[in-house]
């Protein structure tokens, strides 16, 4: 069983930027399709940007579209990346990074079989 884990979480100023990185415990060599989701306190998790694992096709919710770039790593142990600029207070969550192997991006997060256990982000105001 892969297990991923987030980092680059943490607390920022409205306005400033982010990098979380998505690892794997064990090195791939199939590619990840990869998604990360959010869930503020109180809240719902929700979807946040998706990428196929051939870069070709990319989803982002209207929330985060035109602030956040989903990517993709070069190295079997990392997934990918979640470059946050713009960053507003309702962006304050737990991140998540989930994949699977091969197939097509979903926003749905039942598409996933692999999780992390979420990194923090706080964008203060």
């Known amino acids: 069983q892969v297990q991923l884990v987030e980092s680059g979480g943490g607390l920022v100023q409205a306005g400033g930027s982010l990098r979380l990185s998505c690892s794997a415990s064990r090195e791939s060599y199939d590619p990840y399709t990869m998604a990360w989701f959010r869930q503020a306190a109180g809240k719902e998790r929700e979807f946040v940007s998706a990428m196929k694992w051939d870069g070709r096709t990319v989803y982002y919710s209207d929330s985060v579209r035109g602030r956040f770039t989903i990517s993709s790593a070069n190295t079997k142990n990392t997934v990918g990346y979640l470059q946050m600029n713009s960053l507003k207070p309702e962006d304050t969550a737990v991140y998540y990074c989930?994949?699977?192997?091969?197939?097509?991006?979903?926003?749905?997060?039942?598409?996933?079989?692999?999780w992390g256990q979420g990194t923090q982000v706080t964008v203060s105001s």
């Open positions: 989930a994949a699977r192997r091969g197939g097509v991006p979903s926003y749905r997060d039942y598409a996933y079989d692999y």
